[in-house]
């Protein structure tokens, strides 16, 4: 699945996966080197991008001589479990999202060197904004504008491009050194793209952060025509039907709400197709208690790696009275993530789950690199050539 065209930055990918930044930054970005401690990722990554650039290890064990020439951007998915409001809430000193200092002290050494990448992205899941009471943001932001980068940061959400609720926080860094295109930000938030509460995490930052603050403003999209419906699979791959006790079983696990959403469905007399989840809920005496919630807007709830049977989504199948559900297969979790079915799944049902759950949203990254990322290059490459001149 490599890329054709002609390359004219260059990138450096850690915690790549199965290179879903790549996916979308696109044939004008050639990924000079990649990175990710997952063997079945890693085996992922090399099927459809090749091998001659990727190295398996532990980011805290590779160092700068390991990285080649200067990239134009340097990208950094670092794992979300510790920032997560579904996680432990350990922060950037947990095992797993602590990793990011890892990949800072590399950056660090690329821009003692003299290598310093003009670009920068960061990208996680938007509790880092309010985790440990805003301190992990903050220790972020410091630590780009501390190394000589200006910063801004968005709300990307995948259903303004797919059928599925996936909001991320990217963090993007410009080198101090890199004329901005007018074009790339603007004087205040947008609600598109600046929540309330990274406006509110931005105005608590120090001072010399905020100096360096950049209010990026890429054109918003015109959002998703796609629905759910239109990427399930006709026949699926790796996984089965439930049987109809199976089916009523979830049914049966579902409030009075949920099942009210189902009925109204089968009044409309024609397929609808929609996810349900488990969840831990309280009942009325407080005591905690799985449910079966049922979502029917034409659009997926946010992949999730397969940890437990919870965090799976299944599908349901409308059409008056008849109710079918099954699991979500590989290439329909696949296809939400905005992979082509060109793209190669590893072939555990698992592992392309965890594959899909743990990445990026293709079209997202393709809105990021053609609207901001890529002009801002295309502005540092022109002044480059006039001062050269």
Not at 45 to 59: A, E
Not at 90 to 104: P, V
Not at 175 to 193: I, K, M, N, Q
Not at 254 to 271: C, D, F, G, T, Y
């Amino acid at each position: 699945m490599s890329q054709k065209g002609q390359s004219e930055f260059t990138f450096f990918e850690f915690f790549a996966g199965g290179g879903m930044a790549r996916a979308g930054l696109g044939p004008r970005w050639q990924c000079r080197f990649a990175n990710d401690i997952d063997p079945k990722k890693a085996e992922s990554y090399c099927r459809n991008w090749g091998s001659d650039h990727f190295k398996l290890s532990d980011i805290n064990d590779l160092e700068a001589a390991d990285l080649p020439d200067r990239p134009d951007l340097v990208w950094g998915s670092f794992p979300c479990q510790d920032l997560s409001l579904a996680g432990r809430g350990d922060g950037l000193s947990g095992a797993r999202s602590g990793t990011f200092w890892g990949f800072w002290n590399l950056v660090r050494d690329l821009v003692s060197s003299g290598r310093r990448p003009p670009l920068i992205v960061l990208e996680n899941v938007c509790g880092a904004i309010t985790s440990h009471g805003g301190r992990d943001f903050k220790a972020l932001t410091e630590a780009l504008t501390a190394e000589g980068y200006r910063i801004g940061a968005l709300i990307m959400d995948g259903s303004d491009f797919l059928p599925q609720s996936r909001p991320r926080l990217f963090i993007v860094g410009v080198a101090d050194s890199v004329e901005l295109p007018t074009s790339a930000f603007g004087p205040l938030p947008h609600p598109a793209w600046h929540s309330k509460a990274l406006v509110q995490a931005v105005h608590s930052l120090p001072s010399s952060v905020q100096d360096a603050w950049v209010w990026w403003h890429p054109p918003v999209p015109e959002g998703s025509r796609t629905t759910l419906a239109d990427l399930i699979e006709v026949c699926p791959q790796g996984v089965d039907w439930n049987s109809p006790e199976q089916t009523e079983y979830l049914l049966s696990m579902m409030s009075p709400v949920n099942r009210q959403k189902i009925e109204a469905a089968q009044q409309l007399n024609r397929l609808v197709v929609g996810t349900i989840y488990r969840r831990s809920r309280p009942d009325q005496d407080g005591r905690s208690v799985q449910r079966a919630e049922v979502r029917l807007d034409g659009k997926a709830g946010c992949l999730r790696t397969p940890s437990g049977g919870s965090s799976r989504q299944t599908l349901i199948f409308i059409e008056g009275k008849n109710i079918r559900t099954r699991l979500l297969s590989p290439r329909e979790a696949a296809r939400l993530m905005g992979l082509p079915d060109s793209y190669m799944l590893p072939i555990k049902y698992n592992d392309a789950y965890h594959l899909a759950g743990d990445g990026l949203v293709v079209p997202v990254i393709e809105h990021l690199s053609q609207h901001l990322l890529t002009p801002i290059m295309n502005n540092h490459i022109r002044t480059q050539k006039k001062e050269a001149a």
